[in-house]
Nanobody, 128 residues
Framework: QVQLVESGGGLVQAGGSLRLSCVVS????????MGWFRQAPGKERVFVAA????????YYADSVKGRFTISRDNAKNTVYLQMNSLKPEDTAVYYC?????????????????????WGQGTQVTVSS
């Protein structure tokens, strides 16, 4: 049984920073590309960022490029999302996810339907 557990969300003012963590258990996280998604109220879940198995390559949605950084520490089975220069429009529940079949494909899948392992999510709220 694979479990993904996110933490690090919270309330922050616009321009501030947060770092989200996702601990993977039940399987070695380095087996797979890992991704972050977010879902704002009333909207669909959308891709934010992804990282290769050993962290050499990363991929970002245009909306977060230059502000967010995804990284991983495979020794700790943990994936991170450093979020800087936060904006009110970044407010959402953030989820980490592993793609179907723990795919290693690159460029990474960007559709939520292409991922089948999800954490419970962590709320990020950015005030103006």
């Amino acid at each position: 049984q694979v479990q993904l557990v996110e933490s690090g969300g919270g309330l922050v003012q616009a321009g501030g920073s947060l770092r989200l963590s996702c601990v993977v258990s039940g399987r070695t996280s380095s087996d797979s590309v890992m991704g972050w998604f977010r879902q704002a109220p009333g909207k669909e879940r959308v891709f934010v960022a992804a990282i290769t198995r050993i962290g050499i390559s990363t991929y970002y949605a245009d909306s977060v490029k230059g502000r967010f950084t995804i990284s991983r520490d495979n020794a700790k089975n943990t994936v991170y999302l450093q979020m800087n220069s936060l904006k009110p429009e970044d407010t959402a529940v953030y989820y980490c996810a592993a793609p179907r079949g723990f795919s290693k494909s690159w460029p990474p899948p960007r559709g939520a339907y292409e991922y089948d392992q999800w954490g419970q999510g962590t709320q990020v709220t950015v005030s103006s």
